[in-house]
């Protein structure tokens, strides 16, 4: 991890907005309507109401005691005791998603690694990938554990920046199914800007899954993610994983630099959890995490919203999904509002060159625009200051839309900049 930038986001607190749900379904219909079965009932609003780091509207007082819990979890810092290390980076599931409140981003970048050798991916697990980690614990008998760096080997590297965590549990609640129909969607309807969904084994069961979280979609649910969190950024492992194809498991410690006799020094005896309860509070911290507020929807904003898709931003940035059937009442068969399709896209000279699942390395997943005004820096690595330096290093099959927005005239710029800015 290169800590560039903890620069935390800009601080505001968006008023309440009321009516949420009018806004975006006149405008995406076409899109809704992928996603949407027919005969299913409107579910209770997941957003309108709430502040950064609220927990959704809508759940039960049991639901609700699960959120607190585990967001006490998230915020927990570990140390060496507690099986954190030997080489990690960071002790706390907040230390890099604190932005706006608990669950929020960062700048905070982490770094991943590969070669290509003889056209084939290796994440080079061997020397320390695919994730570096910086830092390093004191060890049994005084052995200092030192931080990893990137290896002369690493002919891709790759920084990440921490994303917010809002809303994502009802992305994980979306259907598999919902989207490959987006993606079949797209490729009849515009094929240059279609999307596909990655697909990659689910770490408890090795059964493929669509991949919706990460830059690179590379996890298929918060679930997962959280475990490869706790292992890949603080080295804490639990058993009860199978193993993926690059030949590791989350109940395996990360070997410092891909040395494994180092190990030895190690005091946490692994997997260091005697099971997953620490990954299901994180889970349920996440899974309960309201969406950013929306800011106020004005006919300027609203007039943004349809530059935004007259210029295609809208065919990869998808207005409206929809979650399927779920036992949680808060997330059963809700609407909410991501501007993403969460599928990848080739998207040339800013794909990052790292391989995940099915995920070329051209590809990077749609990033989400709700809560876009709070990130302290945009695209993949933060490489982008400004809003509008992300929409113009697109490129790829988002180098179209770049082009229409370059080419638009100042005034409608500006409305398109409003409606980012309220997102
Ligand atoms: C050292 C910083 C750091 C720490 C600590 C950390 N994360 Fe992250 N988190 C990141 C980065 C960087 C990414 C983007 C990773 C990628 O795409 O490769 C990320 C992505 C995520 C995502 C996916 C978000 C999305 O939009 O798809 C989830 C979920 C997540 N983290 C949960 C956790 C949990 C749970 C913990 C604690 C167990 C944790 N993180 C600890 C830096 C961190
Ligand atoms: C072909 C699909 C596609 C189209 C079309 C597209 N985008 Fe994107 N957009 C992406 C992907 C993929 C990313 C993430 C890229 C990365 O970080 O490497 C992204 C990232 C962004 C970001 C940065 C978000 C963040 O949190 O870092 C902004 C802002 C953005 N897009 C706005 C737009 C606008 C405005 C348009 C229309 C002019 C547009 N996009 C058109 C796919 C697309």
């Known amino acids: ?13 968006r008023g309440r907005v009321a009516g949420i749900g009018l806004l975006v379904t006149a405008a995406v219909a076409a899109a809704a309507a992928v996603v949407e079965p027919p005969h299913a009932a409107a579910g209770p609003p997941a957003a309108g109401d709430t502040n950064f780091g609220d927990p959704l509207p809508g759940l039960t007082a049991d639901q609700l005691a699960r959120f607190h819990a585990g967001k006490a979890a998230f915020e927990e810092v570990e140390g060496a005791a507690d099986g954190l290390g030997p080489v990690f980076n960071g002790a706390s599931c907040a230390e890099c998603h604190n932005g706006e409140a608990t669950g929020g981003g960062s700048g905070t970048l982490s770094t991943r690694i590969g070669a290509v050798v003889d056209g084939r991916f290796d994440p080079l697990v061997r020397f320390g990938g695919p994730t570096i980690q910086t830092k390093g614990i004191l060890g049994l008998e005084g052995f200092e554990y030192a931080g990893e760096v990137v290896p002369p080997e690493a002919t891709v590297v790759a920084r990440r920046r921490s994303p917010p965590l809002f809303g994502l549990g009802l992305v994980d609640a979306v259907p598999d199914d919902a989207f490959r129909e987006l993606a079949r969607d797209q ?23 669509v991949g919706r979280f990460g830059w690179k979609a590379g996890l298929g649910g918060l679930f997962d993610f959280a475990a490869d969190a706790y292992k890949d950024e603080m080295g804490i492992t639990a058993p009860g994983f199978v193993r993926t194809p690059d030949g590791r498991t989350i109940g395996e410690e990360n070997a410092p630099q891909g040395r494994a006799d180092l190990l030895r020094f190690n005091p946490a005896e692994s997997p260091n959890e005697p099971d997953v309860e620490d990954i299901v509070l994180f889970t349920d911290f996440m899974t309960f995490l309201a969406p950013p507020p929306r800011g ?4 300027r904003v609203r007039a943004g919203e349809t530059v935004f898709r007259q210029i295609g931003c809208a065919d990869c940035h998808v207005p409206t999904l929809r979650t399927g059937r779920h036992e949680v009442k808060a997330l059963d068969r809700v609407k909410f509002h991501p501007y993403s399709d969460f ?13 995940d699942g099915r995920g070329r390395g051209s590809e ?6 709700w809560g876009l005004l709070t990130q302290p820096a945009y ?3 933060g490489r982008a200051k400004t809003v509008e330096a992300a929409i113009l290093l697109h490129d790829g099959q988002g180098r179209g839309a770049r082009d229409r927005y370059r080419d638009l005239p100042p005034a409608k710029k500006r409305v398109l900049s409003a409606f980012l800015n309220s997102l």
């Open 343 to 355: 599928l990848l896209h080739d998207m040339g000279a800013l794909g990052d060159g790292i391989e």
């Open 1 to 13: 991890m290169n800590v560039e930038t903890p620069t935390s986001a800009p601080g505001r607190v």
């Open 379 to 381: 695209l993949h690595d």
């Open 187 to 209: 490729r009849d309807r515009h094929p240059d800007t279609a999307g596909r969904p990655n697909l990659v084994p689910d770490l408890r069961t090795g059964k493929r899954v």
């Open 364 to 369: 990077m997943r749609t990033a989400p625009l």
């Open 296 to 299: 106020e929807v004005t006919a």
